[in-house]
């Protein structure tokens, strides 16, 4: 099965991943890819406490997710890759990993950032890292949930509004 989804949300692990995707999913594990967090202890716990006991959550800098990559591919249950923002995903990709798409799940207001839909708000750094990833193949689209319709790539970044 190895890893379903590949995902950007800026809120980690949290009830939409756990519940919204790890159950239709039958997800075992998420992979968490946030150097800050892959050194703290403390925040792995945190993340840990919010996964039930079935769901394995593996805690990666980039360099390491890079390394791990086939280990996570070869794995018999479906996994979820999460990076907290898009500069992330985007060295994931450019580093080689096989990524064939990326759910845009939850990038949430903050200074600097332009209203795309609801669940997403975009600075032009972002907008440029998005379209890099796609630019190498990959099917970017936005989607909060698994039963909510995708939102491709060129339609996310020509919405204003929210």
Do not use: C
């Amino acid at each position: 099965m190895a890893i379903e989804v590949y995902r950007i949300d800026d809120r980690l692990v949290h009830g939409q991943v756990v519940v919204g995707w790890g159950q239709p999913l039958a997800l075992g594990f998420i992979v968490l890819v946030d150097d800050a967090v892959a050194a703290s202890d403390w925040e792995q716990d945190l993340y840990r406490m919010g996964v039930p006991p079935e769901m394995t959550v593996h805690f990666e800098t980039v360099a390491s997710a890079l390394e791990h990559a086939a280990d996570y591919a070869a794995r018999e249950e479906p996994g979820l890759l999460l990076t907290g923002d898009t500069a992330a995903m985007r060295a994931l990709v450019e580093g080689g990993a096989a990524i064939p798409r990326v759910n845009v799940g939850g990038l949430h207001h903050r200074a600097g950032r332009s209203p795309k839909l609801r669940y997403v708000f975009l600075d032009p750094a972002e907008e440029a890292d998005l379209r890099a990833i796609a630019s190498r193949g990959v099917d970017v689209s936005a989607q909060d949930v698994p039963g909510t319709v995708p939102v491709p790539l060129r339609e996310l970044l020509s919405r204003s509004g929210g």
